[in-house]
């Protein structure tokens, strides 16, 4: 087995894909925001700074979906007593 791979991970706690799909949250609202920022500039610096944040928080969309995909394969299917 390849060390540091997909085999050698643990399931994320329900606390850990919490704070994940919080940070989902998090970034669809920068994005949001973002997006009304760019559409109301009046000034093109202003503009293109918000649409380089638009792609950094897609960016960081894509890697915290990435990191719930490896991990799902690796979850319980049943509930897990405490």
Same mark, same amino acid.
């Given at each position: ?44 610096? =202003?503009? @293109? !700074?918000?649409? +380089?944040?638009? %792609? ?5 969309? &894509?890697? =915290?979906? @990435? !990191?719930?995909? +490896?991990?799902? %394969? ?5 509930? &897990?007593?405490?």
């Amino acid at each position: 087995m390849e060390k540091g791979g997909i085999a050698s991970m643990k399931a994320l706690t329900s606390k850990e894909l919490e704070y994940m799909v919080d940070s989902l949250s998090n970034e669809d609202l920068l994005i949001k925001q973002n997006a009304v920022l760019s559409a109301s500039a009046g000034n093109a610096a =202003l503009k @293109q !700074a918000s649409m +380089q944040m638009i %792609q950094t928080h897609q960016q960081h969309t &894509q890697m =915290l979906l @990435q !990191a719930i995909a +490896q991990h799902q %394969q690796l979850a319980p299917t049943q509930p &897990q007593s405490h």
